[in-house]
T-cell receptor, first 114, second 112 residues
Framework: DQQVKQNSPSLSVQEGRISILNCDYT??????FLWYKKYPAEGPTFLIS?????DKNEDGRFTVFLNKSAKHLSLHIVPSQPGDSAVYFC?????????????FGKGTHLIIQP | EAGVAQSPRYKIIEKRQSVAFWCNPISGHATLYWYQQILGQGPKLLIQFQNNGVVDDSQLPKDRFSAERLKGVDSTLKIQPAKLEDSAVYLC??????????FGPGTRLTVT
């Protein structure tokens, strides 16, 4: 039973265009959402997060949108750059009782084409 | 600031053998996590420590996996005996407890 779903295993985008990565979740107790970026042979690195009390958070070229009614979030990267090529994981936490370990999706492999 | 350290980076063992992984979290981070990432999947939480106490080990296969965090700093994760399906990357992460996790580079385990 996957509580965090990333239905696109891969996405190819031209350099300079917008990349949109999607994530759906089923657990209504999730209240904090994060995006992590992972390069081969490295651990995931934090990219951007959003609390359930917000619907948008922006950091430079990265914007995360949260639609709680649809249990959907998306990551927008504008403009896309070659260094953005990586696997992107959506993660969520319910923070219940101090057990705030993240639940991850399967990831989306973003490929930025020159 | 030094990141999360893990060793070894790679390990190859035969099934039924035992193996241990080591993790040193970011200084001052009270919360430590071990995750298992199987190829093509997202990381899955195995165990979470707060200082040297276990907060969540609900997904840890306790018949073969064990973990400890002595003195609330370093941690070791052990598998005994290993099975073929344990082949994965084992990621250690630490946190100040606000939901933002910092991951180490991982240990890639291959069980043959």
């Amino acid at each position: 039973d996957q509580q965090v779903k990333q239905n696109s295993p891969s996405l190819s985008v031209q350099e300079g265009r917008i990349s949109i990565l999607n994530c759906d979740y089923t657990n209504s107790m999730f209240d904090y959402f994060l995006w992590y970026k992972k390069y081969p042979a490295e651990g995931p690195t934090f990219l951007i997060s959003i609390s359930s009390i917000k619907d948008k958070n922006e950091d430079g070229r990265f914007t995360v949108f949260l639609n709680k009614s649809a249990k959907h979030l998306s990551l927008h990267i504008v403009p896309s750059q070659p260094g953005d090529s990586a696997v992107y994981f959506c993660a969520a936490s319910d923070g219940g009782g101090g057990a705030d370990g993240l639940t991850f999706g399967k990831g989306t492999h973003l490929i930025i084409q020159p | 600031e030094a990141g999360v350290a893990q060793s070894p980076r790679y390990k190859i063992i035969e099934k039924r053998q035992s193996v241990a992984f080591w993790c040193n979290p970011i200084s001052g981070h009270a919360t430590l996590y071990w995750y298992q990432q199987i190829l093509g999947q997202g990381p899955k939480l195995l165990i979470q420590f707060q200082n040297n106490g276990v907060v969540d080990d609900s997904q840890l296969p306790k018949d073969r996996f064990s973990a400890e965090r002595l003195k609330g700093v370093d941690s070791t994760l052990k598998i005994q005996p290993a099975k073929l399906e344990d082949s994965a990357v084992y990621l250690c992460a630490s946190s100040l407890g606000q939901g933002l996790l910092y991951f180490g580079p991982g240990t890639r385990l291959t069980v043959t």
